[in-house]
Structure formats: structure tokens, C-alpha cells
């Protein structure tokens, strides 16, 4: 499909606008501890602007295309939506882990968060206009994509899971060595001058660590919304909207993260599911509606059975 450069605006804007309330009513980037209550209403927000912006893709591609096509787009955005929310939940967890080794209290989380997702946003784009642009021009990449994510879920489901290392992260090792360091974290700041020298703080280095963390999550999630869509509109505007509401996300789940017993087999469907769709494209055609259905099937399965064996042990 090709977009309108009003389109691109449109959407820019309403992101833009958005991020501008969060931070100047909201205190999107202030130091305070996000209570559970602003994390569900921020989510809220973001998930209705998403389902609202989705209802006008729907409306527009009607009016030009026709209702077959509106539907295949409207559908299209919501599958990679949900996708992209499904596969961000084990990144979530990985923030925790990185906010506990670094001892980043509540106040400052969402600090950190607030410029990793920008970070995102702009990394995201990237990505996804490159890949699109390689597999316009090379299209049998959709098949390496596809072998890749059937590797990863399969790996995800045999290898047993672990906390990543961070006392022997290698590019944590390389900060410490090549940057000036304070040894606390000077409040909400990721840099301070001391005798007219800039020093990084560990805010900085958390930054950095939930960067790479996105970076590393995004090699699964941008090939697999490819699976979906190869609509560059479709894939970018799913994607960021999907990112922008991570930060309420972490918070919600923050305090119930140990209730997700069977996250990681729930993920290795998904992605196992969506490497098969790759590779058989040529032979077999799974509708969008199909795909939609088998994410939010499992996804619902995954949750409803870890929330259930989670209480059980509770329990005992």
C-alpha cells in the first residue's frame, strides 16, 4: 500500500501530542513513583488512542480502497499490535531485573524508561523501514526471517531459563572502564560535572542497558511483524504505538511479574507459530484473522494457566 504523507504526519502528531501531555501534566518525566492506578490509566489511554487510530485506518482504506481492503489493514494493525504487546512482555521483565541489579528506586524508573522508549521509537524505525526496503528488493529474507524466529521459539522452549548475568554484562564491563563514574546516583540526572569534568552516573548505565535490552528483544518482534504485514505504515504505527504504552505496562506487572510461570512456553508458540507462517507462505496462506486468532488464543491460555498453577502454589 501507499500511504499519504499526511498519514505519516497524522500519526507523528498524535504520537508527539500524546508524549507532550505525559510529560507536561502528567509528569511523564518528573521523579515520582508510578502508582498502579496511573499505570492502568495511562495503558488505558494508550490502547484506546491505538484501537481509535486503527478505526481510522479502517475508515480511510474503506473510503479509497474499498471494504475488503480496509478490513485486511484494520486486521493487519491489530494482529501486529498484539504481537508486538505479547513479545514486549518478556522485555518488561527484563527491565526489572536491570532496575533491581542497578538500584534504581521507583521514583526514577520511569525517568529511564520515558528516554529508553523514545530510544525505541527512533530504533524501531529504523529497522523497520531497512527491512522493508530489503525485502522489497530481496524477498526470500522473509524465509531466513521466518527460519530465524521458528529457531528462536524452539531454543526459548528447550533451554532453561535464566537471569541474565549482569555482574558480567560485557558492555557494562566496557562502560565501567572507558567512563568517568560516580559511585550513587545523583537523583534524576545521567550526567554531573565535578571539577569540570563530566561524569556519567548509574542512571546513565541503566539507560544504556534497557536500550540494548530493546535492541536485542526487537531482533525477534520486527521480523516476526513482518509475518504479519510487509506495509510499512502498518508495521511502524503497530509497532510505536505498541511501545508507547510498555512503560505502563512495567509498572502493572512490575509487582505480579512472578505469576507469569508460563510466559516463556506461551512466547515459544507464538514465535514457533509465526516462523511456520513464514516459511510455508508459498504453499499455505494463513489469513490475518487466523493469525489474530492463534496470538490471542495463546496468549490467553498462557495467562489464564499461570495465574491459576501461580495461585495454586500460593496456596500451598
Request: negative net charge.
Amino acid at each position: 500500500m501507499t500511504e499519504q504523507w499526511w498519514m505519516w504526519a497524522g500519526f507523528f502528531t498524535l504520537v508527539l501530542a500524546i508524549l507532550g501531555i505525559d510529560l507536561k501534566f502528567a509528569g511523564g518525566g518528573s521523579n515520582h513513583k508510578v502508582t498502579v492506578k496511573e499505570a492502568a490509566i495511562w495503558m488505558l489511554i494508550w490502547l484506546v488512542v491505538a484501537l481509535l487510530f486503527n478505526a481510522a485506518i479502517w475508515w480511510y482504506y474503506h473510503d479509497s480502497a474499498g471494504a475488503a481492503v480496509a478490513h485486511q489493514q484494520s486486521a493487519a494493525f491489530l494482529t501486529a499490535y498484539l504481537l508486538e504487546k505479547a513479545l514486549a512482555v518478556d522485555n518488561v521483565f527484563v527491565w526489572l531485573i536491570i532496575f533491581n541489579f542497578m538500584a534504581v528506586p521507583a521514583e526514577l524508573q520511569r525517568r529511564v524508561l520515558l528516554y529508553g522508549v523514545l530510544g525505541a521509537i527512533a530504533l524501531r524505525a529504523v529497522m523497520i523501514f531497512g527491512g522493508s526496503y530489503l525485502i522489497d528488493q530481496f524477498h526470500w529474507l522473509l524465509y531466513l526471517f521466518g527460519a530465524f524466529l521458528l529457531f528462536s521459539g524452539i531454543k526459548m522452549l528447550l533451554v532453561e531459563d535464566e537471569e541474565p548475568d549482569m555482574e558480567h554484562n560485557a558492555l557494562l564491563g566496557f562502560l565501567r572502564r572507558h567512563l568517568r563514574l560516580t559511585e550513587h546516583l545523583e537523583g534524576e540526572r545521567f550526567f554531573v560535572l565535578r571539577n569540570g569534568l563530566r561524569y556519567a552516573t548509574p542512571l546513565f548505565l541503566t539507560l544504556v542497558l534497557v536500550e540494548l535490552s530493546d535492541v536485542i528483544f526487537a531482533m525477534d518482534s520486527i521480523p516476526a511483524i513482518f509475518a504479519v504485514t510487509t506495509d510499512p505504515f502498518i508495521v511502524l504505527t503497530s509497532n510505536i504505538f505498541a511501545i508507547m504504552g510498555l512503560r505502563a505496562m512495567y509498572f502493572l506487572l512490575a509487582e505480579i511479574a512472578d505469576r507469569f510461570v508460563l510466559l516463556k512456553y506461551g512466547l515459544a508458540a507464538i514465535l514457533s507459530f509465526i516462523g511456520l507462517k513464514m516459511l510455508l507462505a508459498h504453499w499455505l496462506a494463513v489469513p490475518i484473522a487466523v493469525t489474530l486468532g492463534v496470538i490471542a488464543g495463546i496468549l490467553l491460555l498462557t495467562m489464564v494457566l499461570s495465574w491459576y498453577i501461580s495461585g495454586r502454589s500460593q496456596v500451598q
